[in-house]
């Protein structure tokens, strides 16, 4: 293999891109690959929040820390949790160490710190074949091959990568959301807007629960969640919206008339998302001339909040790995896959344990104490 290595990278996700700026600051060269057909093709969600020790220790490495500060939510790390009855049972304020920002705000700063042309949209990578020696050639949907010494997968939860390193598929974690946004919340929606507040709102009852933040354009983001079979989302009519909504209205039945406008009134645009997760520990031997990143690596539901935050932090670590073995990839890869799997496992752990915390019968008692542990442990 020569001393810099082809780097290819697909998925250019919040992941994807961290890689590629870390490595374009020593002066690597890499190219990233993604089926989105434009940068703006896909609605980037909702709200972050980034972690001291994972999203921002990413951003540092990147040199970018100081242009995402001023993508901070004034008030979006306020969190207030709430029983069916709307009673609030709990209000906290934050503490400054996990900052709310767009989604789509930080991905336009990393993909603004990149020379033009690093990333090729509507580049669906379609199959990866190994040609020995850490060698991969890839085909993309228009028919093009690209060969490279280096294959990093960063392609999300249905990662194309991944089976080159491991058989692990993601599995349903028997949660599903329904998103739905209320716009213009101030003017058309003033009581869910003071109800939700200038961060979080969780609501949580048994085995289900509305998690709603405010987003960076005066909007809610909502996402309506119900323990369901894995076949139940795919299963809504999302052209017909009306009717996905009496049917989540019935299942809130009894719930309090202002938690239930979150449904009632939401935008007619609704979004079922299944939530998966790979097995908690996983992990894979090391294979030459490829890796893996992110939720293709390690993903998870969200009661962590440490997707996107560990995809930056992967992101960085492999970038700086790369950087500090010049001329030996194995290494690379090694010193960096060491330091991936607990990591990540720790976390999946947790996601795991914070889900059924979440939606126990007594909801939301489990989360409470929870967080009364967290406090008790500083
Ligand atoms: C409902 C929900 C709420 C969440 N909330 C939070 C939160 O509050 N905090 C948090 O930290 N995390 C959160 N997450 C998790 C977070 O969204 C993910 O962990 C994070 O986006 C993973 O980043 P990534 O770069 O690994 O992958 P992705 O963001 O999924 O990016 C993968 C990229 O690969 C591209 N791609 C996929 N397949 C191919 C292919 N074959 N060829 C070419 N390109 C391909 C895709 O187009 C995409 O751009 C949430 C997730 C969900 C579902």
Redesign the pocket.
């Known amino acids: 293999m020569t001393a810099t290595p082809s780097i290819t990278i697909?998925?250019?996700?919040?992941?994807?891109?961290?890689l590629a700026r870390v490595l374009t600051r020593s002066g690597i060269h890499a190219t990233l690959?993604?089926?989105?057909a434009s940068p703006t093709a896909?609605h980037q969600?909702?709200?972050?929040?980034?972690?001291e020790d994972?999203?921002q220790r990413a951003l540092r490495e990147a040199g970018l820390f100081e242009q995402f500060l001023p993508l901070i939510q004034p008030g979006g790390e306020e969190l207030r949790i709430l029983d069916k009855n709307a009673t609030v049972r709990l209000a906290h304020e934050g503490g400054g160490g996990r900052p709310e920002v767009e989604?789509g705000a930080l991905r336009d700063l990393l993909l603004s710190s990149l020379p033009e042309g690093t990333v090729r949209w509507g580049?669906?990578?379609?199959a990866i074949r190994a040609l020995g020696d850490g060698r991969h050639q890839l085909t993309?949907?228009n028919g093009d091959v690209v060969d490279t010494e280096l294959l990093i997968g960063?392609?999300?939860?249905?990662?194309?990568?991944r089976p080159l390193v491991s058989a692990a598929v993601p599995v349903y974690s028997g949660l599903s959301?329904i998103?739905a946004h209320l716009n213009e919340a101030d003017t058309r929606h003033q009581a869910s807007a003071a109800l939700v507040g200038r961060g979080s709102m969780f609501a949580l009852g048994a085995h289900k629960g509305m998690l709603a933040?405010r987003g960076g354009k005066g909007e809610l983001h909502v996402?309506i969640a119900l323990m369901k079979p894995a076949d139940w989302a795919a299963s809504l009519d999302v052209t017909d919206p009306a009717a996905i909504k009496a049917h989540l209205l019935k299942h809130f039945a009894g719930w309090d008339d202002s938690l239930l406008a979150l449904i009632s009134d939401a935008d007619d645009h609704l979004v079922p998302?299944p939530?998966h997760a790979l097995p908690v520990g996983h992990s894979w031997p090391r294979t030459p001339g490829v890796t893996l990143?992110?939720?293709?690596?390690h993903?998870?539901?969200?009661f962590?909040?440490?997707?996107?935050?560990?995809?930056?932090l992967?992101?960085a670590e492999l970038g700086r790995a790369l950087v500090t073995h010049p001329g030996d990839v194995e290494a690379a890869l090694a010193a960096y896959e060491r330091e991936l799997f607990p990591r990540s496992e720790k976390s999946a752990a947790e996601s795991a344990a914070n889900l059924i915390e979440f939606f126990k019968p007594d909801a939301p008692q489990g989360i409470l104490d929870m967080m009364a542990r967290y406090a008790a442990v500083g």
């Not at 969600?45 to 972690?51: A, Q, V, Y």
């Not at 580049?123 to 379609?126: A, F, I, L, N, R």
């Not at 993903?299 to 969200?302: A, F, G, I, N, V």
């Open positions: 697909v998925g250019a996700g919040l992941g994807g891109l961290t690959y993604d089926l989105d896909r969600g909702g709200m972050l929040d980034i972690h994972s999203g989604r580049s669906k990578v379609t993309l949907g960063a392609d999300g939860a249905w990662s194309k990568v959301f998103e933040h996402y998302r939530i990143l992110g939720d293709a690596a993903l998870m539901s969200p962590a909040g440490e997707g996107a935050n560990l995809a930056m992967d992101g």
